[in-house]
């Protein structure tokens, strides 16, 4: 059984193939992704590695967790499942403090 592992603190020119070889030296790597910005493709300074193994994962974990990667302190901890989102709208309507965002004679907004 594969283990997730979360690996925060990457730098910001981290891809995925960095990522897999800084893990492959502690063990058989089956992915590994960097996640990246969806406008930008800037890494957004995190990923995750999946191992096939257990006990070399832990190992990894053990042995990467606060280590350096140019320059930058890794946190490598084990990845705990991803919450779940309402994934709707936030509700209501937007606005702001004053009302209606119209210009002159619109009702809204002061009048002073």
Not at 20 to 25: E, G, K, Y
Not at 38 to 43: A, L
Not at 89 to 110: A, E, K, L, T, V
């Amino acid at each position: 059984m594969s283990k997730r592992i979360y690996v925060g603190g990457l730098p910001f020119s981290a891809n995925d193939e960095q990522l897999s070889a800084v893990f492959a030296a502690h063990g058989s790597v089956t992915s590994a992704k960097v996640i990246t910005d969806k406008f930008s493709g800037q890494s957004r300074g995190f990923g995750f590695v999946e191992m096939a193994n257990d006990a070399e994962a832990m190992a990894a974990i053990e042995k990467l967790n606060g280590s350096d990667m140019e320059g930058r302190k890794l946190t490598v901890n084990e990845a705990r499942p991803m919450e779940a989102r309402d994934g709707g709208s936030r509700g209501g309507r937007g606005g702001g403090f004053g009302g209606g965002r119209g210009g002159r004679d619109s009702g809204g907004g002061n009048r002073w």
